[in-house]
């Protein structure tokens, strides 16, 4: 856990993020950033405030629920996988509870009432799973008493995306801004807590795997298969392989914008672990991927193409195909997934 202690004028923090002085060069840039958006001193510390109080809500429900960012817009709030509160110049978007608000009708009138909020008009498919009604609050002296109000769907709703969402994305956990807190805790002169993420990214991946499955049964299984492959899984994998190969495991090409990376044992035939195994693996320019892909060519235990007799000559030719390609490299831990392509895909 981070403390971000503003009578020191610093942040006391784990080793994770080390000591972070106010005259941190990002610090900075958050400051002008704000202090653009809100140029208004009074009105900025308000801002702030609330935005405050929103985040200590969500640190009740566990310091590895979600992480605040500052962008060239604003700040914001992410709980889970969902933005829930935005400062920016237009004043406070929030995510209120939907269905708090059906319940509510006296309560929901007095907002409407309210010169100081008004209703977002847009929707966003990524909230359906826990849904809400987003809208903009402009806080003043004479709008603070609606704030209560706004402030209780609001915290119905934080609550509500806590309980779905296990953690904080791994992606959004990259965009945390302790340098944020920081600035926030020297403005407003109180101490922050931070969050606490404490699995690595291929952990995280497998927690989100499970996660999306869990939260989206009502998705037929392909489709969700190929969701957790597309948004979740290749991404982490691809780097994985880049780090490992660092070019064409065969060709050696290291334009790596033009490979592919390539699961030895396909993905639908792979644990959540298998998934995400390096040694599992190819990183391939795209002919030999595809070829690879769709069981024309495998390799054997030694890194030597095996080529199918399916694939005719001149196709081979066409695409760069040779009974001299083999593999650059070959482990002990390669070995099981290139068994199992010779023996299941490998087209005979």
């Known amino acids: 856990m981070a403390i971000y202690n503003h009578s020191e004028y610093k942040p006391v923090l784990t080793k994770r993020y080390g000591e972070i002085s106010m005259k941190n060069p990002d610090i900075r840039q958050i400051e002008h950033t704000i202090s653009s958006l809100l140029p208004n001193e009074e009105y900025r510390r308000v801002c702030l405030s609330l935005f405050v109080e929103s ?15 500052c962008y060239s817009g604003g700040v914001r709030l992410l709980v889970g996988s969902l933005i829930v509160f935005t400062v920016h110049k237009e004043g406070l978007w929030l995510s209120l509870d939907k269905q708090l608000l059906n319940e509510m009708k006296d309560e929901q009138s007095l907002l409407e009432k309210s010169k100081a909020w008004r209703w977002e008009r847009g929707k966003y498919s990524e909230y359906e799973p826990v849904p809400s009604r987003n809208g903009y609050y402009v806080p003043s002296g004479e709008s603070l008493d609606i704030w209560p109000i706004i402030r209780d769907f609001h915290f119905e709703y934080i609550k509500k995306v ?36 404490s699995d690595t990214p291929e952990t995280n991946v497998l927690k989100e795997i499970e996660e999306f499955k869990r939260t989206n049964k009502e998705l037929p299984e392909t489709e969700r298969e190929s969701i957790i492959q597309s948004r979740i899984g290749q991404g982490v994998f691809r ?66 193409i095996i080529i199918s007799d399916v694939l005719k000559d001149r196709d081979r030719n066409k695409l760069g195909i040779h009974s001299r390609m083999r593999l650059r490299t070959v482990e002990e831990r390669h070995i099981r997934y290139l068994d199992y392509h010779r023996r299941e895909i490998l087209k005979k």
């Open 239 to 304: 780097s994985g392989l880049i780090g490992y190969w660092k070019r064409c495991a065969v060709t050696g090409c290291d334009s790596l914008d033009l490979l592919r990376a390539s699961h030895i044992k396909p993905w639908r035939d792979s644990d959540n672990a298998e998934r995400l195994d390096n040694y599992n693996g190819l990183l391939l320019v795209p002919n030999l991927d595809s070829a690879f892909d769709r069981g024309y060519i495998s390799f054997d235990n030694d890194g030597k």
């Open 162 to 197: 806590a309980n779905k969402y296990v953690w904080l994305r791994s992606d959004s956990q990259k965009k945390h801004s302790p340098e944020l807190l920081a600035y926030i805790s020297n403005e407003l002169g109180q101490s922050i807590p931070g969050p606490s993420y």
């Open 55 to 69: 985040l200590l809500k969500a640190n009740t429900y566990g310091s590895d629920k979600w992480g605040a960012y």
